[in-house]
């Protein structure tokens, strides 16, 4: 909180030439340099923790990893710039932490979630 969002960053599966509908982890990254990843775990719990975006890799037969700041349509991408505002952790004692809602000075947040084993980011 009280910090600018300065850049977003996010890693993609890419199968085939497709690339995922969801990105699998985001890195907030602030006005500091400091950087927040969100994603999910096996356990389809939300991860938040900080850490730096990873390079991009191969899987083989699998598809590769893309890492970027390419994330086309994405919540956040209006936010650039923005000071953060609020931060609301909900969790589930037998699940942990279930979303994660990040506030803006204009009342607007984004929501960070697990669906379905994916993340999802919605406005």
């Known amino acids: 909180m009280g910090r600018t969002l300065s850049r977003v960053v996010a890693s993609w599966h890419v199968s085939d030439g497709e690339r995922s509908e969801s990105p699998l982890d985001v890195w907030l990254i602030d006005s500091v340099g400091d950087s927040i990843r969100i994603t999910t775990g096996s356990d389809q719990c939300l991860i938040v923790e900080s850490a730096s975006p990873h390079a991009p890799y191969d899987m083989g037969e699998w598809g590769r990893i893309e890492v970027g ?39 607007r947040r984004v929501r960070a979630d697990c669906h379905e084993g994916d993340l999802r980011l919605t406005r």
């Not at 994405?74 to 589930?92: I, K, N």
């Open 69 to 107: 700041e390419d994330l086309g349509d994405h919540p956040f991408l209006r936010h650039l710039g923005e000071t953060v505002s609020s931060v609301a952790e909900f969790a589930l004692p037998e699940q942990g932490r279930t979303h994660l809602e990040i506030g803006f000075p204009d009342g």
